[in-house]
């Protein structure tokens, strides 16, 4: 395992992520039902997409963060080379302490690959970056010609909170607004779906109900990183609950059924020659 941070664009804008957040994702992530859950459905489809490539194949996750995806990814893809890119060394000192995955810090936007990838992973990255239409462009350079993107987002504006303002959220998306992009930039769309149904009224509920706790103004920085820590908190009996409730969605998306609603979207969709 190695981590080179020596590539990283000037261009690059460190306010589309608060590298302070790895720490407490590292210590929750592990246990915590939602990130589980995601990592169960992405390792499902990641695996679907990778059984029939010989072995040697790429696969690049950009933005791993703290690498709890990209264990799970080195896990599936045992035939691959598996690779994790992140602008932040503060991510990757996590991500190398979870998995031998190859590092690399660097920007997607002047990525330092010779080689295409035969799958690309992009997990809740995509609505940090203003410009997501050119990032969708760039990844589509980075694939190999048939390569598969792999890609997951928050779900629905009418859920923006002070959890999208603290982790620095642009956007949200409607399904029908991704599958737009996805189609614009050159892509053929395989699967796309809502997931997280369960939470669905959880969140719209509880995010309404947990800014109007005090009188301070849940917008303001201090209030948002607030409220959205606490939402990092594990509650054992809720989580459990949750954890297992979630695998059901698992088990449907695993099928490529789509999901009528969610808190997020996943989607799976090939680079068009």
Known sequence: MAVNSSVRADSAKPDSYDPAYFAPLFAIEDRHFWFRTRNTIIA?????????????YRVLEVGCGTGNVLRALKQTCRRGIV????????????????SDAQLLQGDMRA???AAQFEVIGLFDVLEHLPDDRQVLTDLHKMLAPGGALLLTVPAHMSLWSYFDEASHH????????????????????KFISQYMATLFPIVWLWRRVAACLDHRPPSTPFRADELAYNELRILPIVNGWMALVLQLEAIILNRRRPLPFGTS?????RKVA
Do not use: C, N, W
């Open 44 to 56: 499902a489809l990641a695996d679907q997409l990778t059984t029939a490539l010989p072995s040697g």
């Open 170 to 189: 642009v956007r949200r998306y409607a399904v029908t607004e991704l599958e737009d992009k996805l189609i614009a930039t050159g892509y053929e769309i």
């Open 83 to 98: 690779i994790g890119m992140d602008l932040f060394a503060e991510g990757l000192h996590y991500a190398q302490q979870r």
């Open 265 to 269: 979207l996943i989607a799976v969709a």
């Open 111 to 113: 990525p330092p690959f």
